[in-house]
């Protein structure tokens, strides 16, 4: 894409507090007849900022980016848009009808300061310069203005030769780029990405989510994304919620929700599969796993996970774990490299990962560990070798059970 940067911001934006988060969403509630409940007490993107939601099948995700849309209006709480809240629409038998209108109004307007990108490209039977100056119209820019926006944008996106091409006969890959390209033009105010990558191959994928994140950056526009992707998460949000059975279980950097989850369940989901019942003792502030003692890590600042807090010794089961690529595999005897904590055990499995090879390992703990090509090619590790797994004190994590 063109690396000069891209002009936009919406003007309107300019006499709130800075301190107004973008989107916002107050004691919200929701509950289909099957028994599913939305039940979100707070939630906020800030201006300017990614926040993404991540979470398994049937957490809530969409359904919550469909309300803070607009698209479900059968909840009660609250959500403001740039300090100012928007109310469901009434029936029209509804006696607040009258005093509501106003509120709907304004909801109907600020549509159309948002766009959104959905699974699938949903676009017009029209050329693709068509596609984003149809949607253009209805943010009132039309003629030439339009044209040079239309130009602009497909370009962005890599795709300036398709501009005259039907929108039915594009690849999938083509067709994404169209559909995000017509959902940047005119610089919408808010972007709702809703799994917009999913149905397309790696390397498509890939290239396109390069792509969005410079977008996104040179922008400044806000966005919200909703992903099964932990890497679509770090290579897109400076910010991400986990979102479990309806509600938000933790807000943090992509980083913090990797490498520090609040609980089991989200530990679970983020990848952290070695994870441990530890014995905490308050007094050396340690915890023994497999009789070691290994010393309570210390975490970020902006990280809040304290150690628990008790005076008995030994104190109270807590769970320790550890990502399999925070590990490092070495050959019986061999030195740790920094000051950490090994256990011996036993290779089992060899299987390819992402970036390299996983590593079922059996001994002193059941463990995976993910080793990079370039070590596994150079240690040529087999199964049944006998090995130790090392992790640095600070690769640990910790979770309180009794939070």
């Known amino acids: ?128 310069a068509g596609n984003l100056l149809t949607a253009l119209s209805f943010k009132g820019i039309r003629g030439s203005a339009a044209h040079r926006e239309t130009d602009k944008w497909l370009t962005y996106f890599g795709i300036p030769q398709l501009a ?3 929108a039915r006969l594009l690849s999938g890959g083509e067709a994404q780029r169209v559909s995000l390209a017509r959902a940047f033009a005119g610089s919408p105010e808010l972007i709702f990405l809703d799994e917009p990558f999913s149905a397309l191959d790696p390397p498509t994928r890939s290239a396109l989510i390069g792509d969005l994140a410079e977008i996104l ?20 949000c400076g910010q991400a919620a986990v979102m479990i059975n309806g509600q938000i279980r933790q807000v943090g950097t992509p980083e913090e929700i990797l ?41 970020p600042a902006s990280v809040s996970a304290q150690a628990p807090t008790v005076s008995a010794t030994p104190g109270p089961t807590i769970l320790a774990g550890f990502r399999p690529e925070n590990a490092l595999l070495l050959s019986p005897g061999q030195t740790l490299p920094w000051p950490g904590t090994s256990f011996s055990g036993m290779i089992k499995r060899i299987t390819p990962g992402t970036s390299g090879y996983r590593l079922t390992i059996s001994g002193e703990l059941d463990m995976i560990v993910e ?4 070590d596994y090619l150079q240690q040529r590790w087999l199964t049944d070798q006998s090995v130790q797994v090392a992790v640095p004190h600070h690769g640990w994590h910790v979770i309180n059970t009794r939070d």
């Not at 009660?76 to 109310?87: A, C, D, H, M, Q």
């Not at 014995?279 to 975490?299: D, M, N, R």
Request: aromatic share 6%.
């Open 1 to 128: 894409m063109n690396a000069t940067r891209i002009q936009s911001g919406p003007a309107g934006l300019a006499h709130m507090p800075p301190d107004t988060p973008a989107l916002e969403v107050r004691d919200l509630t929701l509950t289909y007849p099957g028994g599913f409940k939305l039940d979100i007490a707070h939630f906020a993107v800030s201006k300017g900022a990614v926040m993404g939601i991540i979470g398994p099948n049937g957490a809530g995700k969409s359904t919550l980016m469909a309300v803070m849309m607009g698209l479900e209006r059968n909840y009660s709480g609250t959500i403001l848009r740039n300090g100012v809240p928007l109310s469901p629409r009434p029936s029209r038998g509804d006696s607040r009808w009258g005093s509501r209108k106003a509120s709907w109004r304004l909801s109907r307007d600020s549509r159309r300061c948002m766009s959104a990108v959905f699974q699938s490209p949903l676009l017009l039977d029209d050329t693709v």
């Open 164 to 166: 005259r091409h039907r």
């Open 217 to 236: 950056t040179q922008t400044s526009i806000t966005a919200l994304l909703v992903t099964h992707s932990l890497d679509e998460m770090v290579m897109l």
């Open 259 to 299: 490498s520090h989850p609040g609980s089991q369940e989200t530990a679970s989901l983020v990848g952290m599969e070695n994870l441990y019942e530890a014995e905490y003792h308050s007094g050396a502030k340690t915890f023994t796993l497999c009789s070691k003692q290994i010393p309570w890590p210390v975490l």
């Open 371 to 374: 080793c990079g090509r370039h």
